[in-house]
Structure formats: structure tokens, C-alpha cells
């Protein structure tokens, strides 16, 4: 049996309906026979009656409902058509949900879930990535799985944490990505950094639809060059596990942080920021950074694919991170 | 109605001898950041919440409803912990004036982002709804230029879509801290709006405490029978700047002149008198008494320890990842 990103972030909604009467899904187009713009919550309407529940075109208000009903003991899981969106929530989230622990000592139990990231002809609104922008608040977790075990394995413990945690879907691999099962017989905890690929002549961190990309660049260094790059996927750039990162780079010596996100003031900067604070001295070269253009994001499929790091990008990067 | 209005009269005087005292200690240099008064929405925020029970019903007063704070059931004293800042206040020194609230009462902690929480109280709602909690109602209050703000117009079409029982209350105070009605909304009537949304409307004077009253009454009940949710507008004059740091030079003396004999506490001691409810004694008795408990209030606030840093917990998340 194969299953794919997608399948996973289903089977996950459909687990939390089934044990918690708490948890409810809530977003545009999410139910009925629609079953939301990408299918994610297809059929769950049904099977859950009163439970998944189509919201007006009103991100403010689809959060601030949330929020809303958070105080009122429910464990709302939200769908963002697409994270672009999600910044039209972003006051609600940051301002109010993310805020309100520390205010009030009430943790929000609120789950959002936004489709973000780059595909070919998505253009400058169906593209983007958020996490450096909900990450900059206090008050929140922000997930950004890259692999279909960790895409059921962390939505189901997104709702178990009580706080509001920012669940980061990568559009790209969500039909991409396949797998024979969703299952993960012991999963990384949360907030923990998995060594995708050992290597021991640089580090790449990274994380989201970005660590497939830098798995193929390492094959690919691997074949041509017998370089050994090891890869680590973040898989929460909120808590980050700065201890793995420090870990890896203490083995290697040097550093590529690969984002997906434009550059400025973003993970990768902050991961950079991290090792030269805490582990300069296991530096051989200056840490490097690779990330989208400062730029919008382009419609065209060639100016996308040359906006974003793909792994081309990502082994040149590494070779020239060796030369230093 | 006679209980309700004696209790909603005596909410008021007390509100009023609160600003009156806040007014003291802010002009005395004594306060931390802005003092908000409530002078001239002391009957429509006493009506309102005078209706409502803590516990059941959800409430959401905002920057000029100290006395929707004290008809709904909460003494002054917390009123002057988020003020002060004590360490034995609901915020705990962390937010501060007006926002406050006990979420798990159904009384939610107000952001400073107007019309915010016009979807928090619709979740509030759809989470009893969805627990199939009977019978609660919620009380939220808008200004004239909350009316404006885009997060409100989101929030109203929630409420009404979800036919929740909401009564949004708009407070018509004619200036939007310096802006006037001319330059804030177009419509003829605030009224408009509502029934634009789908609200039932209800427009009353909210200096004319016995007309505020029975509009509340009708409208709260409405609510409660399941009638969908209810739109008042009440009519009155912010009786003071928009903070205490605010002259408000720019009301005009016309205006100033027809509101003069409209004072709404002054309004109401005539008419729980010409009502029968009280004697001219009883309304010198509940002044004296509310002005002492004022009184009383602030002084145990200023004696009350304040949060000490080294001890503070910053976690901004109730939920950390367990350390390997």
C-alpha cells in the first residue's frame, strides 16, 4: 500500500474526530462533499456530523472563532485555504491566541493548519511560506513536517499540546510525498531534529518540502564527489533543537541552512544565528545560508524554479561550503 | 425589573466613583500607562451586563463598561489589580487598565485590536452550542469606530451566519477618540449595519437610564429565546477625553451643551426615584457606600505586592519538549 502527505493529515483528522469529542475542524470549503481546495478533509463531514463546519471567507473571524472556542474547552483544528491567507489571521493568532497563556494562564488549544509553500503556477498568493512570520511571536509552536510519518504523527500531536501550534503543510509534497504507511512505530518526540542522512563533510539543516530537495543533493555529492553531507530535518523551526544542530555541525565543522522562505529574518538566519552564538569554535568555514530570492514569488514554472533552492542550488552550495 | 434596575443604578455609582478615583490617582502622577473612564456609558454598560449571569452567559466589556464589569458581578477591586498591576490580580501584572478578564467565567481578556473579539465571543457561543450547553447568551460591546475596523464586519457576519445568540452592543459616544461620526461611517444609522448582518435592531437613548434598561431587557431575552442574535444601538456623549491624557478640546461646545442636562448617572438617581425603587436617602446611602467601597479597593490594590521579575515565569507556552 502506498500513502501520501495528504493521506496522512486525513487519516490524523479523522483519529483526533473519532477519540476526542473536543476536537472540531473549522475552515472555507472544508465540508460538505467539497471536502476543502485540497481535498484534506474530503468525507469527514460526513462521517462527523456538526463536527467539520464551513466557515465564511473571514480568516480574522475563522481564528478569532477558534480562539473563541478554545476558552470554551473545544480543541478547534483549523484550515487556511493556503498559508498566504493565514497572514490575514495572523493579528487573531499572534496578537490574541498566542498571547493569551502567558496573559491569562489559559493555554488555547487551537490547531491552524495552512497548505503552504511553492508549485508551478502558484504565483505570488499560493506560495508562500510562513513559518519565520508566525514563529516571531511568542506563544506558539510551529510544526513544518517533511515526511508523511511525521505529517500524521505531529498533526496528532499538535492537538495534544495545549498551547496554539502553527501546523505547516507543504503543498507540494502533499501528492508527491508517498510512503507505505503513515506509521511510525517509534517517532522522533516533538521539538526533537532527525539526522535524515548521516554524513560527516558538512551539515544541512533544513526542513519542510526542502529536505527532499537537499536528499537528492546528497545523493547526488555522494555519487560525484564521495562528499558525505549530513542532513537534518528540523521538523519543528518552533521549539528548534538547537542541541542536534550543534551536535551535527560538532561532527562536521561546517554549515548550509536551506529554506524554502525569503531570506530576511527567517529560519535559516535564526539557525545561523544560533550556532554562531552557541558553537562558533566547532565552525571550520562561515556558516552559509540558502534561501528563496528577496523577491515575490513568480507565476512562470522557470522563474519559480529558479526563485526557490531546488538541489542544483543545494549541491553547489555544499561544494563551495567545502572549498571554504 | 425593579431588582435589575436597582442593582444595574448601584453598578453605575460605583463605576462612577471609580473613574472619579482613577481620575485622582492618575492626575497625581500614581498610574502606570492611560486611564480610560467610562463617563457616559455608565447606563448602557450597566444595562447590559445586568442581564447576564457569570458563569453561564459570556460578556466582553471593553475600554468603557467598568460598569457592565460591576452589574455583571466583578467588585472594583480587580478593576484596580489590572490598573496597579498587583500580583494578586487576575493579569498578574501582565496586562494592564482595561484588559482584563477571567476567560473560564465567560468573561474573555480583550485585546487592544478593536473588534477582535467579536469572533472570540461568537466561538465562545459555538462552543456551547456544540457542547449542547442551552440558554447562554453574549454580551459584546462595540464603539461607533469599531464599527469601522474590518476584523468587526468579519466577526458580525460569523455571528449571524451561525445565528448565534449574540447582543453586540454599539455604543455611539460620537468620537472615535478625536474622529466624529462624519468621518468614521456614511450610513445613516449604525442601526444599518446590523440589519445589514441580519441582526434584529434596537436603537435606544443610552443617556436615558430607564429607555437603556428596557431596550437591554427585550434585547438580552430575545437573544436567550433562541430569536438570533440582537444589534443595539445606544446613543450617548464620551463625558471625558479618550484617555485621561486626552482633553478632548476637539468636542464642540454645542455638543457639549445638548448632552449637559443628559449626564446618564444624573439621569438615573432621578429615576429610581420617580420609579418608586428608591428614596432620596437610599440614593445618598448607595453613593456614600460605593465611593467607601471604591475606596477601600484601591488602598488594598496599592498595598498589594507586585510581580517581582526574578520570579516571574516568562514561559510564553504552557508546553515544552521534554530534554534528552
Known sequence: MSVTYIDAIHQAMAELLEEDERVFLYGEDIAGSFGGAFKATKGLADRFPGRVLNAPIAEDAIMGTAIGAAIGGMKPIVEMQFADFGILALNQMCNNAAAHYFRTGMPLNITLRMPCGGTPGGGPYHSQMVEALFAHFPGVHVFTPATVADAYYMLKQAVQIPDPVVFLEHKYLYRWLKADTWVDADPLPIGRARIVRPGRHATVVTYSAMVPETLKAAEELSATSGYHIEVVDLRTVKPIDTDTILASVARTGRLLVVSEDFPWGGVAAEVVARVASEGLHLLDAPPLRLSSRDCPIPYHPDLWKAHRPHSEDIAAAVRYLITL | ?324
Open chain 2, 1 to 324: 425589573m425593579k431588582e435589575a434596575g436597582i442593582r444595574a443604578y448601584r453598578a453605575m455609582e460605583m463605576a462612577r466613583a471609580f473613574d472619579t478615583k482613577l481620575s485622582a490617582l492618575y492626575k497625581a502622577g500614581k498610574m502606570y500607562g492611560g486611564v480610560f473612564l467610562g463617563r457616559g456609558h455608565e447606563a448602557i454598560a450597566a444595562c447590559e451586563a445586568v442581564f447576564l449571569t457569570k458563569g453561564v452567559d459570556v460578556y466582553n466589556p471593553f475600554i468603557r463598561e467598568q460598569a457592565g464589569r460591576c452589574a455583571w458581578g466583578y467588585s472594583v477591586l480587580e478593576s484596580a489589580r489590572s490598573y496597579l498591576g498587583s500580583a494578586e490580580g487576575c493579569m498578574r501584572g501582565r496586562d494592564g487598565n482595561i484588559h482584563w478578564g477571567v476567560p473560564a467565567d465567560g468573561n474573555p481578556a480583550p485585546i487592544s485590536h478593536l473588534g477582535a473579539m467579536v469572533s472570540v465571543v461568537a466561538g465562545m457561543l459555538l462552543a456551547k452550542r456544540m457542547q449542547g450547553i442551552q440558554g447562554a447568551v453574549g454580551v459584546l460591546n462595540l464603539g461607533d469606530g469599531t464599527t469601522s475596523v474590518g476584523a468587526t464586519h468579519e466577526g458580525c457576519n460569523m455571528v449571524a451566519v451561525e445565528k448565534l445568540p449574540v447582543v453586540i452592543v454599539v455604543t455611539n459616544n460620537q468620537f472615535a477618540y478625536s474622529t466624529p461620526n462624519e468621518r468614521e461611517f456614511a450610513c445613516a444609522s449604525l442601526a444599518d449595519r446590523g440589519r445589514g448582518y441580519g441582526f434584529t435592531t434596537h436603537e435606544c437613548d443610552g443617556t436615558n437610564f430607564m429607555q437603556t434598561l428596557a431596550t437591554m431587557q427585550k434585547a438580552v431575552a430575545a437573544a436567550r429565546a433562541g430569536q438570533g442574535p440582537q444589534w443595539v444601538v445606544a446613543e450617548t456623549l464620551r463625558m471625558c477625553g479618550h484617555g485621561e491624557h486626552d482633553d478632548a478640546s476637539y468636542i464642540p461646545a454645542e455638543l457639549k451643551a445638548a448632552f449637559a442636562d443628559r449626564d446618564p448617572l444624573a439621569v438615573a438617581r432621578r429615576q429610581v426615584q420617580e420609579q418608586g425603587w428608591l428614596t432620596a436617602e437610599d440614593v445618598a446611602a448607595v453613593q456614600t457606600e460605593c465611593v467607601d467601597e471604591v475606596q477601600r479597593c484601591m488602598a488594598q490594590a496599592q498595598k498589594e505586592p507586585t510581580p517581582v521579575p526574578a520570579e516571574t515565569d516568562w514561559s510564553a507556552v504552557s508546553w515544552k519538549p521534554s530534554r534528552y
